[in-house]
């Protein structure tokens, strides 16, 4: 059961990895030049409620114009994206080039196939715990 358990945090460490890498977090990124505004935004973007690993979203900040760009799975989650931009002081105005992915059982079977394979290897498991 620990096994379990383990394998499932280390999935979701590599999850929010690849989370952060997609809209461009790093340690490097404070210290180039990025700006509140972009700071703001790449957060608000990472906390959004149905935001997962099937998601692509990205940013373009331009003098206080904000354009999201990227694929979603979920028709709620462009709009959501758009109004908790809208929100951070310094936007003036969001361009929302997000597009929605059709909904396919298919499409959604192979991306849970895709992910299970990757995030279900147990090579990802860090520590393994002698039972």
């Given at each position: ?6 394998s ?23 210290r ?32 206080g ?67």
């Amino acid at each position: 059961m620990t096994r379990i358990v383990q394998s499932l945090i280390v999935g979701m460490l590599i999850v929010a990895f690849s989370i952060t890498s997609a809209l461009g977090f790093s340690a490097e990124s404070d210290r180039g030049g990025r700006t509140r505004v972009e700071r703001e935004v790449r957060h608000e973007l990472a906390m959004l409620p149905y935001y997962s690993a099937f998601d692509n979203l990205a940013f373009r900040v331009d003098d206080g114009t904000v354009t999201l760009l990227g694929q979603v799975t979920r028709p709620t989650l462009k709009s959501d994206a758009e109004n908790v931009v809208k929100r951070i002081e310094g936007v003036e105005r969001v361009i929302n080039k997000i597009d929605v992915l059709p909904p396919s059982p298919e499409d959604d079977r192979i991306r849970i196939a895709t992910y299970r394979a990757i995030y279900g290897d147990p090579a990802l498991v860090f520590c393994p715990v002698n039972n």
